[in-house]
């Protein structure tokens, strides 16, 4: 069409709630897990699970998308392994956010978060993380 700007492609590497749910299980499991232990952090954590098959599928998708690989079996069960560390996915989320939902601005994604009713205590972090930056 034309006239019709084209629109960013989103990353690949993004995850629906489900999968970052098994992301923050397996990380907080040490980055290396089977599917039971999977399944029971996330039941632990957010009083919900999937089943083996779905989860199994789950972990199939994340691996195709690099997130996640296959190890060696642990008894019966295949181990899973987070190719990425919490902190770099979370910072992948914020530039992908900040590029595709905030149209680069990353003031107008502040503004949005603050919007969002942050805690005087998380305020003073987030002045001081402001007041320092590029300081390091």
């Known amino acids: 069409m034309a ?5 960013p492609r ?3 590497e993004h995850l629906g709630i489900r999968q970052q749910m098994i992301m923050k299980s397996l990380w907080k499991l040490g980055g290396e897990a089977t ?4 399944s029971a952090r996330m039941q632990e954590d957010y009083g919900s699970s999937l089943t083996g098959q779905a989860m199994n599928t789950m972990l199939l998708l994340m691996t195709d998308k ?3 690989e296959r190890g060696d ?3 019966h069960a295949f181990l899973y392994r987070a190719t990425i560390t919490e902190q770099e996915y979370r910072d992948r989320e914020v530039a992908r956010s900040c590029s ?3 149209d680069g601005s990353a003031s107008e994604l ?3 978060l603050l919007k969002t009713g942050v805690d005087e205590k ?3 972090k987030i002045r001081a993380l402001i007041r320092n930056y590029g300081k390091e």
């Open 100 to 102: 595709f939902t905030f």
């Open 35 to 38: 599917i039971p232990a999977i």
């Open 73 to 75: 079996r642990k008894s």
């Open 110 to 112: 502040l503004a949005s």
């Open 10 to 12: 989103i990353q690949q």
């Open 3 to 7: 006239g019709r700007a084209k629109q």
């Open 122 to 124: 998380e305020l003073k």
């Open 66 to 68: 690099g997130i996640v």
